[in-house]
């Protein structure tokens, strides 16, 4: 039973930090149509910063601050660049042109910092574990996980719904000429809907860097996980990318884990190789469901 | 002949004169390369029909490719072993076998994925073609039984009737003529009725609808003969290496077919062999020069999208695209 909460816990926090990819990548999509692959890359680009500031200064939290405005600032500098130039192309070009950007972060990465991942260390306030009620003791930071992500959730909701920005993010989503008719500077709004989104990714890969390790390459599992979040939620949604990337996250840890336990009876010890298997398709099933039953996604808008 | 022909052929016949001088001067390593290059461009050939002609962005194509390798590297090592397959059948080292199966399998992966995503369009059909390749991916590197992550290699390559296959050159003959093969198959294709109702679907499916066309059945046909393009080429890479891993299913593999196609010229007959070309030269150009070289292929890449979108071909050609 302990080991259930435990990883129930750990599918809510794995998708958590898929929401916080998910929905730089679905806002970038619903508001400049644009499909990104290279988001990951800016979630490396988030915890290498990270690593590298907290190397430097000795301190987690400069680190943090560093992978958001890291990452922000290479965003909106790949957006003026290059993403610009393709909001008028078709999605191939789209798809070529940011995996191009894909080979170009990563082998500049693999340059800058080598090959080898980096560790960070927590510091003292967010190491170790606490004892929840149900006699589980959790890790900390794993809980800070959840609750920066459920933070951003909300954050987002009363960004879109709530200030001037979000007005004219929703408006630059359903009517680009309209708006910029309206006197809205539609190049610096994208500017800063991808920006955010970068920041957003970038965070995501200094909290995820800090539990596993970070490393060149990071970015790509989690960018193809945060496309089927995407797909299962519906595009442009932020709603959906929440309830999809929960839906990912805690079918992907449960499977993981109950799995092979459950196929026991049936299949005994050929039980293990199987269900992990089996674990590891699980997602994709869910999606494959998912779009049998609804192709838009949860969310979507019907096309 | 059209301009375009006539390039297509040049460039077919550029490679085989590639190879042919290689083996002239003595040198069967670049023999081994033109032969690399021919299978790539072979699978580009395949992923072309489905996205050049068929306006389908699909992700996912190392699938069929990484199917094609994994049915050769199963049925090679089961037969190198004597083990039976499931229902008691033999394993074979026979090519003239392994290329029905390994197509017949990624016709199948491309019917299941090809009927599940086609309902989609746009973005979704590039992420959903995507996530199905990187399930199969997935699934790859956890099953044990044929290797796992470590992927799966056999001794001795496949055999051919009469043929030498160990021998860099008939090897390349084998890869080249398919090859040559797929892209007649592809050429008479795309001028029948079905290559241009498919094509209809890619520039207008609203109005192919109104014609009596529906766009699905098409593309799904469209989409299984590309798979199977892709399984061939995947079985003869398998060959080529003597080893198969998951990897020939990643997302990179993916990107790279699609590299091939795009760099050659979108919805150009050669344009894959010119791209497979390129790239290969590339690599075996910078990266004794600089590890990175993937990232200068990167800034390439870009700029090609960015400037030139009509890729190699077109640059020769000077024109974006045709139809």
């Known amino acids: 039973m302990t080991l259930l909460i435990e990883q129930a816990l750990n599918g809510l926090q794995y998708g958590m930090m898929l929401f916080v990819m998910a929905a730089g990548l679905t806002l970038i999509f619903g508001v400049m149509g644009l499909i990104n692959l290279a988001h990951g890359s800016l979630y490396m680009v988030g915890a290498f910063a990270c690593a590298a500031v907290a190397a430097a200064t000795g301190s987690y939290w400069l680190g943090l601050v560093a992978s958001l405005i890291a990452a922000a600032f290479v965003g909106a500098l790949v957006e003026r660049l290059v993403i610009r130039r393709l909001y008028t192309r078709d999605h191939l070009d789209q798809v070529l042109a940011t995996f191009a950007l894909i080979l170009i972060f990563s082998e500049g990465t693999r340059w800058l910092f080598g090959s080898f991942p980096l560790y960070l260390s927590l510091p003292p306030a967010l190491a170790g574990a606490v004892s929840l009620p149900g006699g589980v003791t959790y890790p900390v930071f794993r809980l800070v996980i959840i609750a920066v992500g459920a933070l951003i959730a909300l954050g987002l909701w009363l960004l879109i719904g709530r200030t001037r920005l979000g007005i004219r993010i929703r408006a630059g989503e359903a009517d680009r000429e309209m708006i910029s008719a309206l006197g809205v500077d539609i190049g610096a709004l994208y500017t ?100 049998i039953w609804r192709p838009q996604g949860l969310y979507g808008a019907r096309a | 002949m059209r301009r375009e022909a006539i390039l297509d052929i040049a460039i ?216 199977m393009i892709c399984g061939l080429a995947g079985s003869l890479y398998a060959d ?43 690599e075996q150009l910078l990266g004794p020069v600089s590890d990175y070289w993937l990232g200068l292929v990167g800034v390439l890449l870009l700029l090609i999208v960015l400037f030139a979108p009509g890729g190699i071909t077109g640059l020769i050609l000077r024109e974006k695209r045709h139809g």
């Not at chain 2, 074979?92 to 399998?105: C, D, F």
């Not at chain 2, 991916?137 to 470590?150: F, H, I, T």
């Not at chain 2, 290496?241 to 790279?256: D, I, K, L, T, Y």
């Open chain 1, 192 to 291: 800063a809907v991808f920006a955010l989104g970068a920041a957003l990714a970038g965070m995501a890969g200094a909290l995820v860097g800090t539990l596993q390790s970070v490393q060149v390459g990071m970015g790509e599992p989690v960018l193809i996980l945060a496309f089927v979040t995407v797909v299962i939620g519906g595009i442009g949604s932020i709603k959906g990318a929440f309830i999809g990337a929960l839906l990912v996250g805690i079918t992907d840890t449960l499977g993981k884990a109950l799995l092979p336990v459950l196929l026991q009876p049936v299949l005994g010890a050929g039980a293990g190789p199987v269900g992990a298997a089996l674990a590891s398709v699980l997602i994709y099933l869910l999606m494959a469901v998912v779009l």
């Open chain 2, 12 to 227: 077919f016949a550029l490679l085989v004169l590639f190879a042919l001088v290689a083996f002239a001067t003595g040198q069967n390593f670049a023999v081994t390369i033109a032969t690399k290059i021919a299978i790539l461009a072979l699978a580009g050939v395949g992923l072309n029909l489905a996205l050049g002609y068929g306006g389908l962005v699909s992700f996912g194509h190392a699938a069929f490719f990484g199917i094609g390798g994994y049915v050769t590297a199963i049925l090679a090592s089961h037969a190198a072993n004597y083990e039976p397959l499931a229902f008691g059948l033999p394993g074979t080292t026979q090519m003239l076998v392994i290329w029905p199966v390994a197509m017949i399998v990624a016709g199948i992966a491309g019917l299941v994925i090809g009927a599940l995503s086609l309902g989609t369009s746009g973005v979704y059909f590039i992420m959903v073609t995507l996530a199905f390749a990187q399930m199969l991916y997935y699934l790859a590197v956890s099953w044990p039984a044929y290797g796992g992550e470590d992927g799966l290699s056999f001794y001795v390559r496949n055999s051919f009737p009469g043929v030498n296959t160990l021998a860099p050159v008939p090897f390349f003959a084998i890869c080249a003529s398919l090859l040559a093969l797929a892209l007649l198959v592809s050429a008479c294709l795309t001028r029948s009725r079905f290559g241009l109702a498919l094509q209809a679907t890619r520039q207008n499916p609203m109005r192919t609808t109104a014609t009596g066309i529906r766009p699905f059945p098409v593309r799904l046909v469209a989409f299984v003969i590309s798979a």
């Open chain 2, 240 to 282: 080529l290496n003597r080893f198969v891993s998951p990897a020939s299913m990643s997302w990179h593999m993916s990107g790279e077919i699609m590299v091939f196609v795009i760099l050659g010229g979108v919805g150009r007959l050669a344009g894959p062999i010119a791209g497979a070309a390129v790239f290969i030269a590339l």
